[in-house]
């Protein structure tokens, strides 16, 4: 814990807000407030998603040694983790695993539609004030900066003139807490890469597109915003 939060600049974890499950798992946008509180024995999931290997190993082996007897406290509330997702599942799109050089890998040369959806609301810093609206170059270059700081594998260039919005769909949301509101975006967005591009680029570029569901875009991703996902 004491490493995570002596981060100063972008961390490498981000988190789900609490989620109370209401039949499917699939459902597009998730709750950012509870105006009410969560009753006793309600099934709920919580996502952590981990960006550097190091953490990932360490909280591996607390997982794998879990007590499901032994309830974990948040506050007033006892919590029982009765089930841990780290693969693909057909119910819950939000659990899976990867290393940075298999989301290399795998990434398509070829693909040159990008589909994505934010699921809690995004904003990004510019100078000193918030942007909620999702860019290509906000949204693609806070990949960027992730994917250079955490993977060991960096992207020295990437050009994005080609890449340009041909889908939108999105909206403001207002998340309140006894502190502060913060304003971001949410919906579905769709960039395309246009031209004649290097195969090579067109690679990086699906790199990050399919990194997102990992890092997040934009401010507060240790906060549960600006979670995003391809579809």
Not at 25 to 53: G, K, M, T
Not at 101 to 130: G, K, W
Request: aromatic share 12%; hydrophobic share 40%.
């Amino acid at each position: 814990g004491t490493y995570l939060h002596d981060q100063q600049t972008d961390k490498a974890f981000s988190l789900s807000p609490l989620q109370v499950k209401k039949g499917s798992y699939r459902n597009d946008f998730l709750q950012c407030e509870h105006r009410q509180p969560i009753p006793a024995s309600a099934s709920c999931w919580w996502r952590i998603s981990l960006l550097d290997d190091v953490l990932f190993g360490h909280l591996n082996q607390l997982w794998l040694n879990l007590n499901p007897e032994h309830p974990w406290h948040l506050g007033p509330a006892d919590l029982f983790i009765t089930s841990i997702l780290g693969t693909p599942q057909s119910t819950q799109p939000w659990a899976n695993f990867s290393t940075y050089a298999e989301l290399y890998e795998n990434a398509s040369d070829e693909a040159r539609q990008i589909d994505f959806v934010l699921c809690t609301p995004a904003a990004f810093r510019q100078m000193h004030y918030d942007c909620a609206l999702p860019t290509r170059d906000l949204v693609f270059n806070s990949l960027l900066r992730r994917w250079n700081q955490y993977s060991g594998m960096p992207f020295e260039e990437i050009s994005l003139d080609s890449v340009f919005p041909s889908f939108f769909d999105i909206h403001t949301e207002i998340v309140k807490d006894a502190r502060s509101k913060f304003i971001g975006c949410v919906g579905t967005i769709s960039f395309r890469i246009f031209g004649d591009v290097e195969p090579q680029t067109i690679k990086q570029i699906n790199t990050l597109a399919d990194f997102a569901m990992y890092c997040g875009v934009g401010r507060k991703t240790p906060m549960g915003m600006g979670m995003i996902r391809r579809i």
